[in-house]
């Protein structure tokens, strides 16, 4: 009996050692075979979608913080952004102002939101847009940009014709893509304020804001009427390039508040003045090279003082 039990173990031990690998083998086919299929949906050139620009991360919390200012822009192919609306208190609206904030802050930045407040008691609707951090890549594209010869300049070490890097024409589509994507952003604003029928937009930049704001002037609609640069970083470019700039930008007269605790006033108002714009205006203004919430005050009077009638 026990002769016979032992070799009925034995047989099912091989039946097993047999039928394991088998069915491991079912498995790793039907793995391969779900594999290929997915890969098979899936067009190996199919454009793999980046976005460049997304909503800031505190931009939930402020529109359950300020419901009652809480605006959501739908830019063309690119996420949502919160913008906050304070209106005119006056009876008849001066126009309309679009804020952007430096990189970093938020639409509610201290000094985002004392202008926001004094320019609407002021008689003008007020909206401000919050700005994100660079990323990494970004930061890497900007200065691959940094580091290419300025407008009009040759290497005249290069005699035979060069090879576009690869890494290079990747930074310049990064660059690119992320301005279209500010852009669109500023756009959904302008025209969420025409659709109100406000007749004029100023946009405003703060720092990095700023050549954002003068990046988007050839291309903004006609109701841009107006720009303001509050301590305008153009992230090393050249003054002949920020001028070119501002030429192309459709006549759009511009004020540049400075900071007058700089080492020394910005290269571009000499280069400005060189080239005769005349629709450019600098002005000094008492308040650190970062100004803040406490600056409001004082930036929100020149920005008045500049938008009011003769």
């Known amino acids: 009996m026990s002769a016979a039990l032992h070799r009925t173990g034995a047989i099912l031990a091989a039946l097993l050692l047999t039928v394991c690998p088998l069915a491991a083998a079912q498995d ?15 067009p190996v050139d ?6 460049f620009i997304r909503s800031a991360a505190d931009s939930g919390a402020l ?30 609206p001066s126009g309309a102002l679009l804020i952007l904030a430096g990189e970093g802050q938020s639409a ?3 000094l985002l939101e004392g202008l926001r407040s004094r320019l609407s008691k002021a008689g003008w609707a007020v909206m401000t847009l919050g700005l994100e951090q660079p990323s ?6 900007r200065e691959r940009r940094a580091s290419e010869p300025a407008s009009g300049e040759e290497d005249t070490e290069a005699v035979e ?3 576009i890097d690869v890494n290079d024409q990747a930074a310049r589509d990064l660059l690119e893509a992320h301005r279209e994507a500010l852009d669109g952003r500023l756009a959904a604003a302008v025209a969420w304020f025409t659709e109100r029928e406000y007749q004029q937009v100023v946009l405003v930049g703060v720092g990095r804001g700023a050549d954002d704001v003068r990046a988007f002037l050839p291309e903004a609609p006609a109701a841009v009427r107006r720009a303001a640069w509050i301590a305008a970083d153009f992230g090393g470019q050249s003054p002949a390039d920020i001028v070119g700039a501002a030429e192309d930008g459709q006549g759009v007269p511009v ?8 080492a020394s006033p910005p290269a571009r108002l000499a280069a400005f003045r060189r080239s005769g714009v005349r629709s450019y205006e600098a002005q000094a203004v008492p308040v650190p090279e970062r100004p803040a919430g406490r600056d409001a005050g004082i ?12």
């Open 136 to 141: 990494p890549s970004l930061q890497i594209a």
């Open 28 to 42: 790793q086919v039907a793995d391969d075979e779900a594999a290929a299929a997915g890969e098979a949906e899936t």
């Open 46 to 51: 199919a454009p793999v979608q980046r976005v």
């Open 255 to 262: 004020l540049d508040l400075y900071s007058s605790r700089g």
């Open 161 to 163: 014709p060069v090879m």
């Open 108 to 110: 509610n930045d201290g």
């Open 299 to 310: 930036i929100a009077n020149r920005l008045l003082g500049w938008l009011s009638p003769d």
């Open 63 to 92: 529109a359950q913080q300020y419901p009652h200012l809480a605006v959501w822009l739908e830019p063309e192919d690119a996420p949502r952004v919160l913008g906050l609306v304070e209106r005119e208190t006056t009876a008849r």
